[in-house]
């Protein structure tokens, strides 16, 4: 059964720094393209960033949006099956759950739009607060 678990959020102050991770369970990640989004309270959501499905890692192409370029960075690793989305330089506008998602078809381009995804998963709180 395939399944998404995502992990590492938190409390942090303005300009700190978290890690969250995707670990998939039943597919082959790096396949699917992965979108990360996030949810504020009383806000619609929205991509984040995305990475596309291919067979091979150097041929995968990466997404942000305008929000967060340069200040995360999302990455996979292979072995674990596990996705990461780096994030530095908070913002308390950054606050919101988080939530990591597969597309339904291998080796497609990642796009930031939730339409394209089929397999959510629970999401991670990230609070960032003074």
């Known amino acids: 059964q395939l399944q998404l678990v995502e992990s590492g959020g938190g409390l942090v102050q303005p300009g700190g720094s978290l890690r969250l991770s995707c670990a998939a369970s039943g597919f082959t990640l790096r396949y699917y393209a992965i979108g990360w989004f996030r949810q504020a309270p009383g806000k619609e959501r929205e991509g984040v960033s995305c990475?596309?499905?291919?067979?091979?890692?150097?041929?995968?192409?990466?997404r942000y949006a305008d929000s967060v370029k340069g200040r995360f960075t999302i990455s996979r690793d292979n072995a674990k099956n596990t996705m990461y989305l780096q994030m530095n330089n908070l913002k308390p506008e950054d606050t919101a759950v988080y939530y990591c998602?597969?597309?339904?078809?291998?080796?497609?381009?990642?796009?930031?739009?939730?339409?394209?995804?089929?397999?959510w998963g629970q999401g991670t709180q990230v609070t960032v607060s003074s």
């Open positions: 998602a597969a597309d339904r078809l291998q080796f497609r381009q990642c796009a930031l739009l939730s339409p394209q995804y089929d397999y």
């Open positions: 990475i596309s499905g291919s067979f091979n890692s150097s041929d995968s192409s990466t």
